[in-house]
């Protein structure tokens, strides 16, 4: 007998997976979000493995707040193999959810796509015929954006709870879970980039991580004081008559991978390119941030962009250029492509890499969004930059609170209490987080962190003429010797040591992580779970890949003085 694991969700999506199945994958990742996944019920990413998927479904539409019935042109004629409309079987899932839900009380939205009209009473069965008089929301394909905006405004303004829950989520990095690629779909801008599959014979599909983002290393899961940012960025994405190449530019540490992120998500979210890519350099920077790019950095670019166009390269790497840019050549008409060049760290690499990709047809009608710590020069005339410096300080101490939610007393601490940190980290939200870490393991109070802090930056800071950089080396200093005392000074140091054969950004699989380490299965976990702990390690892709931040890099393999 199967296992009754459902809990109550304030918000329902009921939808038929023939007519709207992508729509309704959309809604749910961009609820999840705003809402968190907890309070969003979608069937294929809800149910619990093993669960009588049955009482599952009528337990959550009945206690659900709303159901929103997603309802596209296909809606009332999807048939049967009989020939029969499958809304007028009692025990079609579509119409049995929607009566459980009107004889429960629950709120209905009619969520109605692709211009489709609410049916009408002589329309329905009689058990949902109410649906005609519920008042409807409109998901229309060219403005997704703002639909959703405002369902998700509305939802929030009549559930305190969700309103709550959208507070505290501010912006989220991605989406709580990520539905299934379709095999095709290209007509329907949701299913260009999500979908999930209606259960067929009782079951229900599972979920994938897709395409770009597992590429992408990004530790974020909220941002903070960026909205600005973001919407300039997202504005130059949607101009059709400029920004072809877009750089985010700023020291290390600001978050210019998380914002790039979180802007690309957004752009696919809105259908806005038919196609994200991304792609981090790797390989060392010189110390001016001049120099050409290395061979190497070139050919993992080309190939990465070329697994995730799905373009087979030749064996021959005299090739590959030619090869992927026919492959550019040869997309539809009115295709667009964004593709996301991260840890630009030196000015020569930036401009040797985006020469290429312009050549090779990757900007006009496409575009580019750059991440470096460098001016990259506009030789092309088409580099549009966002300059991102630390955070102000309201949105500091906001960040501050957030990674030290856990400890009760630091959540609840005044404002002034976070003031030097602020002030000693220039509002640099890579080293706010190591100084929260650093409280939280220490166990001395914060105050004493924070003295301990302003002497040893101080004086490392008047070597540098920056006290951030002071504290950056005093962080590091001090987080390395936390996980030599945590997990053993060999395992600690035969870790990092790992990571520093390996190029600067340069993401390291676990297995080979693990080999190249020497160390036994234990204690390679034990000091990779210490190190992710402490924000030394960043772990993507489900936990299968691993990588230092280029700060930690360049702290970790030699004394380099590198500039802002």
């Known amino acids: 007998m199967c296992e009754d694991t459902s809990v109550g969700g304030h918000v329902f999506i009921n939808y038929r997976g023939e007519d709207s199945e992508s729509y309704a994958a959309l809604l749910y990742v961009e609820l999840c979000r705003r809402f968190g996944s907890e309070l969003v019920f979608l069937d294929s990413e809800s149910?619990?493995?093993?669960?009588?998927?049955?009482?599952?479904?009528?337990?959550?539409?009945?206690?659900?707040?709303?159901?929103?019935?997603?309802?596209?042109?296909?809606?009332?004629?999807?048939?049967?193999?009989?020939?029969?409309?499958?809304?007028?079987?009692?025990?079609?899932?579509?119409?049995?959810?929607?009566?459980?839900?009107l004889a429960a009380g629950v709120k209905v939205i009619p969520v109605l796509t692709d211009g489709t009209d609410i049916p009408t009473g002589p329309e329905l069965p009689s058990d949902i015929v109410a649906l005609c008089?519920?008042?409807?929301?409109?998901?229309?394909?060219?403005?997704?954006?703002?639909?959703?905006?405002?369902?998700?405004?509305?939802?929030?303004?009549?559930?305190?709870?969700?309103?709550?829950?959208?507070?505290?989520?501010?912006?989220?990095?991605?989406?709580?879970?990520?539905?299934?690629?379709?095999?095709?779909?290209?007509?329907?801008?949701?299913?260009?980039?999500?979908?999930?599959?209606?259960?067929?014979?009782?079951?229900?599909?599972?979920?994938?991580?897709?395409?770009?983002?597992?590429?992408?290393?990004?530790?974020?899961?909220?941002?903070?004081?960026?909205?600005?940012?973001?919407?300039?960025?997202?504005?130059?994405?949607?101009?059709?008559?400029?920004?072809?190449?877009?750089?985010?530019?700023?020291?290390?540490?600001?978050?210019?991978?998380?914002?790039?992120?979180?802007?690309?998500?957004?752009?696919?979210?809105?259908?806005?390119?038919?196609?994200?890519?991304?792609?981090?350099?790797?390989?060392?920077?010189?110390?001016?941030?001049?120099?050409?790019?290395?061979?190497?950095?070139?050919?993992?670019?080309?190939?990465?962009?070329?697994?995730?166009?799905?373009?087979?390269?030749?064996?021959?790497?005299?090739?590959?250029?030619?090869?992927?840019?026919?492959?550019?050549?040869?997309?539809?008409?009115?295709?667009?492509?964004?593709?996301?060049?991260?840890?630009?760290?030196?000015?020569?690499?930036?401009t040797s890499i985006v020469d290429r990709l312009v050549e090779l047809g990757f900007v006009r009608p496409h575009k580019l969004l750059l991440?470096?710590?460098?001016?990259?020069?506009?030789?092309?005339?088409?580099?549009?930059?966002?300059?991102?410096?630390?955070l102000a300080?309201?949105?500091?101490?906001?960040?501050?609170?957030?990674?030290?939610?856990?400890?009760?007393?630091?959540?609840?601490?005044?404002?002034?209490?976070?003031?030097?940190?602020?002030?000693?980290?220039?509002?640099?939200?890579?080293?706010?987080?190591?100084i929260v870490r650093r409280y939280l393991s220490s166990g001395l109070p914060l105050e004493r962190v924070v003295q301990d802090l302003i002497a040893a930056a101080g004086h490392l800071g008047s070597q540098k003429d920056s006290l951030a950089h002071g504290a950056r080396d005093y962080l590091f200093d001090g987080s390395l010797k936390e996980l030599d005392r945590r997990a053993g000074s060999k395992a600690a140091h035969m870790l990092m040591a790992a990571f520093c054969v390996k190029r600067r950004g340069e993401e390291v699989d676990y297995g080979e992580l693990k080999d190249i380490s020497g160390l036994a299965d234990a204690a390679f976990d034990d000091v990779l779970r210490c190190g992710c702990e402490l924000e030394l390690i960043q772990a993507s892709n489900l936990n299968q890949r691993y990588s230092i931040h280029s700060l930690l890099y360049e702290f970790t393999v030699g004394p380099m003085e590198w500039l802002p």
């Not at 995730?308 to 005299?318: D, F, G, M, N, Y």
């Open 133 to 350: 008089r519920c008042q409807y929301r409109r998901l229309r394909r060219r403005d997704a954006s703002v639909d959703l905006g405002r369902l998700g405004d509305e939802l929030a303004a009549a559930d305190p709870e969700l309103a709550a829950a959208a507070a505290r989520r501010v912006l989220t990095h991605a989406p709580a879970v990520m539905p299934s690629v379709p095999a095709g779909g290209s007509g329907d801008p949701a299913a260009t980039y999500m979908s999930h599959h209606e259960p067929k014979g009782g079951g229900y599909s599972g979920r994938a991580v897709r395409g770009w983002h597992r590429y992408a290393s990004v530790s974020h899961e909220v941002l903070f004081g960026v909205e600005q940012i973001i919407g300039r960025l997202r504005a130059g994405l949607r101009s059709t008559s400029g920004g072809w190449i877009l750089c985010v530019r700023g020291a290390g540490g600001v978050g210019k991978t998380a914002l790039a992120y979180e802007v690309a998500r957004v752009a696919e979210q809105e259908g806005a390119f038919d196609r994200v890519l991304w792609t981090t350099v790797k390989g060392e920077a010189s110390l001016l941030g001049i120099g050409e790019m290395s061979q190497p950095t070139w050919g993992d670019t080309v190939a990465g962009l070329a697994d995730q166009l799905e373009v087979p390269l030749s064996a021959s790497r005299t090739l590959w250029d030619r090869e992927l840019g026919d492959a550019i050549r040869r997309q539809d008409a009115g295709t667009r492509f964004l593709t996301v060049v991260d840890n630009l760290e030196s000015s020569g690499t930036a």
């Open 393 to 434: 300080p309201k949105d500091a101490i906001a960040l501050a609170r957030h990674e030290g939610a856990s400890d009760e007393q630091l959540s609840a601490a005044p404002d002034s209490a976070f003031s030097p940190i602020v002030r000693i980290t220039e509002g640099n939200p890579y080293l706010i987080k190591l």
């Open 47 to 101: 149910i619990p493995a093993g669960s009588d998927f049955v009482e599952e479904l009528l337990s959550r539409v009945r206690h659900a707040r709303v159901l929103l019935a997603v309802i596209g042109p296909r809606w009332l004629t999807v048939a049967s193999a009989e020939g029969t409309p499958r809304i007028l079987d009692p025990a079609d899932w579509t119409r049995r959810e929607l009566a459980e839900a």
């Open 371 to 390: 991440t470096s710590r460098w001016v990259v020069p506009d030789r092309w005339n088409l580099v549009k930059e966002q300059l991102v410096r630390g």
